[in-house]
């Protein structure tokens, strides 16, 4: 697999979601590595790079992720809005409309 199969999207041309969250997890490799060894990165340079790598991953996956989780929380809030508008009640002896609170005494 050539490092360009990584960077190109669906359609076979380059993503800059991908482009970017590669070289930025390239810089951060490096930057771990200078870190372990001769230069002292804050720890609030971590945090603004993580930050910073999560949105790109996010916006690399996104597109795809909303592509076949869509329909799915499509079809969940469906039941859900459907069993709101006609709920069902259990089929025992006390759903008679006639039964009271004090009728089991």
């Known amino acids: 697999m050539h490092i360009r199969e990584i960077l190109t999207d669906e359609r076979g041309s380059l993503s800059a979601a991908r482009v970017l969250l590669t ?3 390239l810089f ?4 771990i590595v200078l870190d372990a060894t001769i230069w002292d990165v804050p720890e609030p340079a971590y945090v603004l ?4 790598g999560m949105g790109l991953l996010t916006w690399a996956a996104g597109p795809r992720m909303a592509q076949y989780l869509g329909p ?4 969940v809030g ?4 459907q069993a709101v508008k006609e ?3 259990p089929a025992v002896l006390d759903n008679s409309r006639r039964f009271r609170e004090d009728d089991e005494k």
């Open 23 to 25: 070289s930025s997890m």
């Open 28 to 31: 951060i490799a490096v930057l």
């Open 49 to 52: 790079l993580g930050s910073w």
């Open 72 to 75: 799915q929380v499509s079809g």
């Open 78 to 81: 469906k039941a859900i809005a």
């Open 87 to 89: 709920p069902r009640r």
